[in-house]
């Protein structure tokens, strides 16, 4: 029995092949800019190890660290919940409060690690 109730809705888009080229140039675009993020992750954290950098250029690289992170979480919730199309009042008004809060847990788990580092510290 074939039902006639269920719409194709791939059938239904009718996009010019210059749309095509434009939609297939996004799809490039963003799998590369993700890569090439996730691939300075890996290449920071494999050539990098806590103990063969100074404690200053350890800190550079754990805060560049989270801040690749934050960029990269930001634009995938840009690019694939369509929050980039949107205007910029509402980007913001998306934005700005998870950036706020991704910002506070990151200043509670180092203030919490200074202060066990400091009491470990004071034990030892």
């Known amino acids: 029995m074939v039902r006639d109730d269920i719409i194709e809705y791939s059938l239904d888009t009718h996009h010019s092949e210059e749309e095509g080229v434009k939609i297939r140039k996004k799809i490039w675009q963003v799998t590369i800019i993700l890569s090439v993020i996730t ?6 954290g494999a050539y990098f190890p806590k ?5 200053m250029a350890w800190a550079f690289i ?3 660290y989270i801040l690749l992170t934050v960029v990269k979480a930001g634009y ?3 690019v694939f919940m369509h929050l980039g199309d949107e205007r910029k009042t509402l980007r913001y008004m998306v934005l700005v409060p998870y950036i706020i809060f991704i910002l506070y847990l990151i200043f509670i788990i180092l203030m919490e690690a200074a202060y066990i580092k400091g009491v470990w510290d004071t034990i030892h």
Do not use: A, R, T
């Open 39 to 44: 691939i300075v992750e890996v290449l920071v």
């Open 51 to 55: 103990d063969d950098v100074s404690g």
């Open 62 to 64: 754990k805060y560049g």
């Open 76 to 78: 995938i919730v840009s």
